[in-house]
């Protein structure tokens, strides 16, 4: 089925070690998005990409990194993660830089730092 | 600070029991206000998008409206099947043509047969 396909679902990291989330759509979009959600938090942008080939922070982007590899991959980064960063990460991809047909969603990846 | 504010934050309904979910938005200027549906351990499912007040769209039992300050989703009737989470997020002036959403908390909605 056509989407957002993020890897992978679940996560356990150690405080200090560092992992790669991937994110990948196959609906020929421009935009992708990477957003934490957390309780009581409502969903919060770290990084996106209105085309591919640029890169913006968003709401809260310290502590990660991001590459646009190609149109349809997204990566997000965490180099040295923290407690602070146990959430559930979800991938988002838009047709248009405005945004106005909505976002489509990946199925999230839940990240527990211990 | 461009703001978004769900209310109320849980919802409990019996069947067939209609209700509004309100989203209150504070932007400098709208560019389009979003209603997503986001069930247990998935991602949100877009729902509609509002750019003017006095919008309005309807997908089976839901119906969004739009005024200059909150917008509201009707449901009517409600069925069991449409117990989730219901996020109200905004595309505001200042964020160019990057189509960067701010998104409220939610309103976690409970249909009981």
């Known amino acids: 089925n056509a989407g957002v396909t993020q890897t992978p679902k679940f996560q356990v990291l150690k405080t200090g070690q560092s992992m790669t989330l991937q994110c990948a759509q196959d609906m020929n979009h421009n935009s992708m998005y990477w957003y934490r959600q957390d309780p009581g938090m409502g969903l919060r942008l770290i990084y996106y990409?209105?085309?591919?080939?640029?890169?913006d922070k968003g709401e809260v982007p310290n502590g990660y990194n991001v590459s646009r590899l190609n149109k349809r991959e997204f990566s997000l980064r965490l180099e040295s993660a923290a407690p602070s960063q146990t959430s559930v990460y979800f991938c988002?991809?838009?047709?248009?830089?405005?945004?106005?047909?909505?976002?489509?969603f990946g199925s999230g990846t839940r990240l527990t730092v211990v | 600070e461009d703001q978004v504010t769900q209310s109320p934050e849980a919802l409990r309904l019996q069947e067939g029991e209609s209700s509004s979910l309100n989203c209150s938005y504070t932007?400098?200027?709208?560019?389009?206000l979003f209603w997503y549906r986001q069930d247990p351990g998935k991602g949100p499912e877009f729902l509609f998008t509002?750019?003017?007040a006095g919008e309005e769209k309807e997908k089976e039992r839901l119906k969004a409206t739009l005024t200059k300050k909150e917008s509201f989703l009707h449901i009517t009737a409600p069925k069991p099947e449409d117990s989730a989470t219901y996020l109200c997020a905004v595309q505001a002036d200042g964020s160019g043509n990057t189509g960067k959403l701010i998104f409220g908390q939610g309103t976690t909605l409970q249909v009981k047969p």
């Open positions: 990409s209105a085309s591919e080939g640029t890169t």
């Open positions: 988002a991809s838009s047709p248009h830089r405005d945004g106005s047909y909505g976002y489509t």
């Open positions: 932007v400098s200027g709208l560019r389009g």
């Open positions: 509002l750019y003017s």
